[in-house]
């Protein structure tokens, strides 16, 4: 049987899914709401909010949908896989109810999940400002540099590590203040972990579980991991220290206990679980969980997936994720996002884009994030435009080959960083 597939999403993360569910012998027609200027070039984009479930819906019955998969957090937290399945009980859904999204969707919840079955991370209390108090003294126990989160969905801005005890607790009055919203009207207060970070992709029915390409990427606006926080400026896959025997400890210490964990507390999860690691010394812990693909890092994961993403997509919302193997190219992905000058502060949006063409070249594919058609071209509408992704036989040849390929793409104030993967040339 041949797949009617819709994708949820608009960015760098649904074009990278749209153009690998696209190469699927077992695809018939494939849709994205609202997509973007890329996904228009191999899909049908539809024109809704991914917060609006009744157009949704409408969209899964208009066009004889088998499949949704949704990309972002929000909808999911929201509960839009539970609304998509009481509506059409056949229709295959990839990504967590709402109780299974609390995992990203409550940064309280995922700790104690962990705490409950075992999995390393960081010591950790949460507070709320009636506790505030108490929050300060937990603070005075700890040691330099502090790590504060807000609990709720804060469009990955809601983590703050302030140096200094002073600083910290003037950060907690800040957010119990509202500094993320309700986001952070409870706030869990952890142990900073010393370390390099990476990510690991899981993509489980329940039951069973694949995992997908590591990847690294790269938070911070500036060179160096420098300037404030963005929603990532470049990724690459595979990670070099992550040989293994570090993927060994991952699997056994992390993957398992969670996929067991949640079909222990008789949570219902089909779809993707992304887990932020830190590599201590050695040894993995988690930083995070998040219940969707990582944005630009699906961009670089896509790139080395060789099998079939879609049959494994359909084995998982089956429960049949037991009889699927997983292959990953041996070549490296490296994946390098274009900026508008100004972002992630105030940026301007409408400058025409070009060299997008010029830039596909042998080993290349270029995402859009944040762009708009305009006559026939396209312009920016974001802060992040379009993530430059290039594969090569080692990460050194494919972040010369992405940023050649960046090279030959313009728009006005257009940025990136210059220093992807080179924090990681030492451990080659």
Not at 51 to 69: L, P, T
Not at 369 to 397: I, Q
Request: include cysteine.
């Amino acid at each position: 049987m041949s797949l009617r597939v819709l994708i949820v999403g608009s960015g760098g993360r649904e074009s990278a899914i749209a153009w690998k569910i696209s190469q699927s012998k077992r695809l018939s027609a494939l849709f994205c709401l609202p997509g973007n200027p890329g996904t228009a070039a191999i899909a049908t984009n539809i024109k809704a909010g991914v917060s609006d479930f009744e157009a949704i819906a409408s969209a899964v019955e208009a066009n004889g949908i088998d499949m949704v998969v949704v990309g972002p957090e929000n909808p999911l937290v929201d509960g839009l896989a539970d609304f998509l399945k009481g509506r059409f009980p056949q229709l295959m859904v990839i990504g967590p109810g709402r109780e299974g999204a609390r995992l990203e969707g409550s940064k309280e919840f995922a700790k104690d999940f962990m705490s409950r079955h075992a999995i390393p991370t960081a010591a950790y209390r949460p507070f709320t400002k009636e506790t505030v108090a108490e929050a300060k003294a937990y603070l005075g126990t700890m040691q330099p540099p502090y790590v504060l989160k807000a609990d709720g969905l804060a469009a990955g801005k809601g983590v703050v590590i302030p140096d200094t005890l002073k600083a910290a607790e003037r950060e907690l009055d800040e957010m119990f203040s509202g500094k993320f919203g309700q986001a952070s009207s409870k706030v869990v207060i952890e142990q900073f972990l010393s370390g390099i970070e990476l990510s690991v992709f899981v993509l489980t029915d329940g039951k069973d579980y694949l995992i997908l390409p590591e990847a690294k990427d790269y938070k911070r606006i500036g060179d160096g991991d420098s300037g404030p926080n963005t929603g990532g400026m470049g990724a690459v896959s595979p990670v070099p220290f992550a040989d293994r025997e570090f993927m060994r400890k991952v699997e056994e210490r992390i993957v398992k206990p969670t996929v067991a964990g949640l079909a222990a507390d008789g949570i219902d999860y089909t779809g993707f679980i992304f887990i932020g690691l830190m590599n201590c010394g050695g040894d993995p812990y988690v930083i995070e969980y998040n219940v969707r693909m990582g944005d630009p890092e699906t961009e670089s994961v896509m790139r080395r997936i060789s099998s079939d993403l879609l049959s494994h997509l359909e084995a998982a919302a089956r429960g049949r994720l037991k009889d699927e193997t997983i292959l990953v190219s041996d070549s490296a992905a490296v994946t390098v996002v274009l900026v508008s000058g100004g972002y992630p502060g105030s940026y301007a949006k409408g400058y025409p884009v070009s060299g997008i063409e010029e830039a596909r070249q042998e080993g290349v594919e270029v995402f859009h994030m944040g762009t708009a058609e305009a006559g026939d071209g396209v312009v920016t509408s974001g802060g992040r435009v379009l993530a430059v992704s290039a594969t090569d036989t080692d990460m050194v040849s494919a972040a010369r080959r992405a940023y050649d390929a960046a090279a030959r793409i313009e728009f006005k104030d257009s940025y990136h960083r210059s220093d992807i993967t080179k924090d990681l040339l030492k451990y080659l």
